[in-house]
């Protein structure tokens, strides 16, 4: 049989054998460095309470949008991947359709994501998953998932990971995290996120409910939006004294707006109330953004936001399924104009950060990177999502570095529910690197000395200089 792609020492290395060279050396200079996950997706209960996983279906299949997405759009219903809690067919079924259709995923980035966790954590070649061997690999891999030494504590440790942010709800009391950080046999950070998105969005269909529970949770004693305004800020304050260092903000547009309070009041009172119309909506959820920026100066938390994307698209998958199944649909975004009432105040506030993520290529080379190389607060996002991908990887790195250069970025952030694939995730990122430096070398554009400063600080310096880690 011939070698494997999935190990190939070269694999997203230049095609040009000199350039090449200057990769692999760039690449060996980081390859072993603790991954730092300054933003990301999984539940920091799991690893709390050291769960084991369930079986291979449930732990690479089900829960990721990346991978039932593309099987849904050639025709496999999302409940015969057991997507949703769905238990329509056995896992072992799911994991059938699954391999019969993994030739599906040639030439993605989750093709080329899977095919390293195969390999590097399961020890399968990836030519195995093919609809003969379904069952075999997948008797394989749960006897791997068995093993006492494959928990998510175990795998902290064994897949080098240093830092590891999850998301989390306002009101969430942290406790996952709290055990963790009293834990001295547990050496990785393990990071909670202030992600008030529910509490902010009025088309959300509990809104009203949740806000009103932040009031009374956290209000100090105050009514509608003072007391929102106030509980806003002592969650926060809550979740910096439990180790937090961000908060995200999943924003519909990158627009922030600048209220009085009787303005911005009235909004709320229609939020409430369920009356206010989409255009008023966004105008608050802008304002919140303003205010959120407001709050980071004060309490040192760094602010991310990921906008553009219309969530949950399709009605009937959203009923059957619930959110994050794989119909979510980016659009262009204008952030040199949506950011100018919060960067007018906060953009040369001392200590404030702020990341912003796209899904619009458009705009980093037009708009983020002009932004990132004028205000000190402002730091380029990593390509997100559908964004995350080797070619879009590189194409970013070119459109960001002449205007910004690479001490303005954030670091790799692989945003992932998808525990397995974080270690194939960063790789990558740094095989990309590796490969955008060795041409600058390769063209006399920097020295390799150089070059092997930089990419360590992309990849060690970076994320802990924006993150404030």
């Known amino acids: 049989m011939s070698s494997s792609i999935a190990n190939h020492p070269d694999r997203l290395l230049p095609a040009d054998a000199g350039v090449r060279e200057i990769a692999r050396s760039l690449h060996a200079a980081v390859e072993h460095l603790p991954i730092i996950s300054p933003h990301g997706h999984v539940d920091a209960g799991m690893i709390a309470r050291d769960d084991a996983f369930p079986d291979p279906t449930a732990l690479l299949i089900s829960p990721d949008h990346y991978v039932t997405r593309l099987l849904h759009a050639n025709n496999v219903p999302l409940d015969a991947l057991r997507v949703g809690g769905s238990q329509k067919v056995s896992a072992l079924d799911a994991w059938k359709t699954f391999c ?7 030439g993605t980035a989750s093709g080329y994501w899977l ?48 830092v590891l942010a999850t998301t989390d709800d306002p009101l969430d009391d942290l406790a996952a995290h709290r055990q963790l950080a009293q834990d001295s046999s547990f050496a990785p950070r393990v990071l909670p996120t202030f992600r008030p998105d529910a509490y902010i969005k009025f088309w959300g269909a509990d809104f009203a409910q949740k806000a009103d529970a932040l009031i009374q949770a956290a209000g100090e004693g105050k009514a509608g939006y003072d007391g929102y305004l106030a509980a806003m800020a002592t969650r926060r304050q809550y979740f910096v004294e439990h180790g937090a260092v961000s908060s995200d903000h999943g924003a519909q547009t990158p627009a922030t707006l600048k209220l009085d309070r009787d303005e911005a009041a009235a909004l709320f009172a229609k939020g409430m109330a369920g009356t206010a119309s ?50 979510d649909i980016p659009f262009a975004v204008d952030y040199a104009g949506g950011l100018r009432p919060l960067l007018e105040d906060f953009g040369t506030a001392p200590g404030f950060h702020f990341i912003p993520f796209t899904i619009d290529e458009t705009v980093f080379s037009r708009e983020i990177a002009p932004l990132a190389g004028f205000y000190p607060s402002v730091f380029i996002g990593a390509p997100w999502w559908f964004l995350d991908a080797p070619d879009a990887m590189m194409r970013f790195r070119s459109a ?65 200089r924006a993150f404030k880690l």
Do not use: K, W
């Open 278 to 327: 989409m255009a008023e909506a966004l105008a608050f959820e802008a304002h919140m953004m303003y205010q959120q920026a407001a709050m980071a100066v004060q309490d040192g938390l760094v602010m991310t936001m990921h906008p553009g994307v219309h969530r949950n698209t399709h009605t009937a998958t959203l009923a059957a399924f619930g959110p994050d199944t794989g119909h």
């Open 100 to 106: 019969a259709n993994y030739h599906l995923f040639d």
């Open 400 to 464: 960001v570095t002449e205007t910004a250069g690479f001490s303005r970025s954030s670091g790799f952030i692989d945003d992932t529910r998808a525990f397995c694939s974080i270690p194939a995730r960063h790789d990558a990122s740094r095989r990309i690197e590796a490969s955008f430096l060795a041409r600058l070398v390769a063209e006399h554009r920097i020295t390799e000395e150089r070059a092997h400063q930089i990419i360590v600080d992309i990849v060690d310096a970076a994320p802990r």
């Open 115 to 162: 095919r390293q966790e195969f390999i590097e954590v399961f020890g399968i070649d990836d030519r195995e998953i093919t609809a003969e061997n379904a069952e075999a690999t997948y008797r394989a891999i749960q006897a791997r998932i068995d093993a006492p030494d494959f928990r998510p504590r175990a795998l902290m440790d064994s897949f080098s990971i240093e």
